[in-house]
């Protein structure tokens, strides 16, 4: 992929810097070859670059605009359809350029599957890299139906590579009881609910590196109907902000992020796109300093 100019398709509010001059860089992982219920999470990153147009650029939460920050859109990753491995190689290297370049990583999928070769990525330059997790599943399965490589797979994948002890995963509500099982032994794992466990939680991570993932299902399909696998009960979308928020004010040191699983094909009110181009804009305005 080229850096030496802004993509030139459409892009998310703002992000027309130059490569070498930003703080951050937003990507595109298009891909949703693994998924286990409904397709069209590839289609999330284009959608939520397209009606980013309809923000502000000011935040009254953080009292910033989006011109402080300098933040590069490269567009989506060329993945190879359907080859499963070569896409998640091709996002590894996407995001290991990035970050020898000394820039934070910002991005959007596709199913949550993508996030595994950026914590790889992560985690090569990051030894003491700490996840957390936002999402309504557990995603710690082993194998889906015998694939290695799939969407419910991801946490545990970065589990055993970061060991479970640098792991916390919150707003779970779904998933095999064997999963629930093991996390209780090997992991970090708060059911229901997100900004309260984070409060316990980050005071002791200190200035270790995180990198925050955020599966856009974690909010209830009242406030995002347009992803592949909705579950009932989960948080709103104010408390989501508010996590982000408290992150920003107390100290988390977020090297990373992305948000995962849009599908606009299931939301034609166009609710679960622009609450996530809002999330995008808090978490540019929270974390790229």
């Known amino acids: 992929m080229r850096f030496d100019e802004a993509y030139s398709g459409n892009v998310f509010i703002r992000s027309h810097q130059n490569y070498e001059e930003s703080q951050a860089v937003i990507y595109g992982m298009p891909m949703d070859w693994t998924v286990s ?6 289609f999330g990153p284009s959608r939520i670059r397209e009606v980013s147009i309809g923000l502000e650029e ?3 939460y953080l009292d910033r605009l989006l011109e402080e920050v300098k933040y590069f859109d490269a567009g989506d990753i060329p993945l190879p359809f359907g080859n499963v ?4 190689q091709a996002i590894r290297e996407f995001v290991a350029k990035v970050l020898a370049d000394n820039k934070i990583p910002v991005g959007m999928g596709g ?3 993508v996030t595994w070769p950026v914590i790889q990525a992560m985690h090569d330059k990051y030894e003491d890299l700490v996840i957390f997790h936002f999402d309504a599943h557990t995603d710690l399965r082993d194998n889906y139906e015998g694939y290695e490589y799939s969407h419910s797979t991801p946490i545990k994948k970065a589990c055993n590579l970061l060991g479970g002890k640098n792991v916390y995963s919150f707003g779970i509500r779904s998933g095999m009881k064997e999963e629930f099982d093991w996390a209780k032994e090997n992991m970090h794992l708060y059911k229901y609910d997100v900004l309260e466990p984070v409060k316990q939680v980050l005071p002791t991570i200190g200035n270790r590196p ?3 993932t955020i599966d856009i299902d974690v909010l209830d399909p009242s406030a995002a109907p347009g992803t592949g696998t909705t579950e009932a009960g989960g948080i709103t979308s104010r408390e989501l902000l508010d996590t982000i928020h408290f992150m920003a004010n107390n100290g988390a040191n977020v090297v990373g992020f992305d948000l995962v699983e849009v599908a606009p094909v299931y939301d034609h009110s166009e609710m679960t796109q622009i609450v996530a181009s809002k999330i995008f804009r808090e978490m540019i305005l929270s974390f790229v300093k």
């Open 37 to 42: 219920f409904r397709p069209g999470s590839r």
């Open 111 to 113: 199913e949550h599957l």
């Open 210 to 212: 995180i990198y925050l």
């Open 85 to 88: 491995e070569g896409s998640l």
């Open 58 to 60: 000011y935040s009254p």
